[in-house]
């Protein structure tokens, strides 16, 4: 078969646009992850961030219907800052790694960008492409797996051999001709698998990896920390310090212990970020959120979310210190913040945040906050009881 560019074209090319990882496979549906989508949907176990039809997640040609190559690649994340020695103190809110730098959809957009742009000069003449980073309806680590770029694990992250898991996705399709991926690269990669390893599995803090291979979204505190609302009470515990997203199950693994670092400057840590001190998300305002982090992926869901997930930190620290904000927070207009300082007041346990918790009862008017002041409040009594 004739291509229109060859693979080794293409990595050239990739190596100038800071792609870490390529691979090329065909268009063919992904008729393999029908029932597993199909059960995925039934058994409620889907976030609400996925697309809802599965016939329509296996076929490339959803997105690109005279599609004839898929491109995929993979961008390293992960920085030496991860393994710093001294860790930020005590109030430090956890971000998952990969929120630390740019959001990765618009740099990993911009490489997909440029990698067409640099085949169109190839080939001499327009050509007919779809980006697919994350939100679209493919699933991104079945392509990537296809095209040799890792192996799914256990813990349902696509590793590669060179990164472990730290590593972005993207997709894109093309209606030109490219040669696929070489037959040893795609050999390597299906000698790479998790064995009889099952770390992910037992260290996962609410049980979201149900069985090898298989996530129920709806109990992941990737999910969990993204989602509006309040946090249901028995996923806040085990938040610990989380504010943003879930590395347990990636740091964990051993494929992904001593990875090749980044190289792209837009996910370098920016500190406030990756390490955020508690007490000043929650001195942030819409605007000042938006002008220091509205280029980061913690910025889609707004504001709220991260001071809500803040909250339960603090009170999962249980820091004497915070209890006159958690106080004035009592009075917050949203219902979730509301709620969410009731129940760290309930944590930390200080006789003045009781207090204020039964004066705030009497003027709360949302019935679901109202529930969860009274709940904190008997927690507190039922607690004293036990240690009289
Ligand atoms: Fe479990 Fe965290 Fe992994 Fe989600 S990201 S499956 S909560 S370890
Ligand atoms: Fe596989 Fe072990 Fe890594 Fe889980 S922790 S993905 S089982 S190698």
Avoid at 13 to 25: L, M, N, P, S, Y
Avoid at 336 to 352: G, P, Y
Wanted: proline content about 5%.
């Amino acid at each position: 078969m004739s291509y229109d560019v060859s693979f080794l074209t293409l990595q050239t090319i990739a190596r100038k646009v800071g792609i870490d990882v390529i691979g090329v496979t065909g268009v063919e549906p992904f008729e393999e992850l029908l029932p597993l989508l199909k059960r995925f949907y039934e058994e409620g176990r889907a976030s609400g961030f996925e697309h809802p039809d599965a016939a329509v997640r296996i076929d490339p040609l959803s997105l690109l219907p005279n599609a004839s190559s898929m491109i995929s690649i993979a961008v390293a994340y992960v920085h030496e800052d991860a393994y710093a020695t001294t860790y930020p103190k005590k109030v430090t809110g956890l971000v998952s790694k990969y929120a630390w730098g740019t959001d990765y959809h618009r740099i990993v957009t911009q490489k997909l960008e440029r990698l067409a742009y640099y085949l169109q000069k190839q080939v001499h003449h327009d050509i007919a492409y779809k980006i697919a980073v994350d939100t679209s309806a493919l699933v991104d680590r079945a392509v990537a797996e296809r095209a040799g770029i890792g192996f799914i694990g256990k813990n349902c992250s696509l590793i590669t051999d060179e990164f472990g898991s730290w590593v972005f996705l993207g997709t894109l399709l093309v209606d030109i001709e490219i040669e696929r991926t070489p037959e040893a690269q795609m050999e390597h990669v299906a000698s790479l698998s998790c064995q009889d390893c099952d770390l992910c599995l037992t260290a996962c803090p609410t049980d979201a990896l149900i069985a090898p291979f298989v996530i129920d979204s709806t109990r992941c505190l990737s999910y969990i920390t993204q989602s509006k609302g309040m946090i249901p009470e028995e996923f806040r515990a085990p938040l610990g310090r989380r504010v943003w997203g879930c590395d347990t199950c990636q740091t964990v693994c051993p494929l992904s212990k001593t990875p090749s670092l980044t190289k792209e400057p837009a996910f370098f840590p920016e500190r406030e970020l990756a390490f955020p001190d508690l007490y000043y998300i929650l001195s942030l305002t819409n605007r000042t959120f938006q002008q220091k982090f509205g280029h980061t992926a913690v910025a889609w869901r707004g504001l709220a979310v991260w001071r809500r997930n803040a909250i339960i930190a603090l009170g999962n620290i249980r820091d004497d210190r915070a209890v006159p904000l958690l106080i004035d927070l009592l009075t917050d207009a949203r219902p979730e913040i509301r709620a969410s300082a009731a129940w760290a007041l309930r944590q930390i346990d200080a006789k003045e945040g009781t207090l204020a918790v039964a004066k705030a009862c009497y003027e709360e008017k949302d019935t679901q906050v109202l529930l969860e002041m009274r709940y904190a409040l008997e927690f507190t009594e039922n607690r004293q009881e036990t240690d009289r």
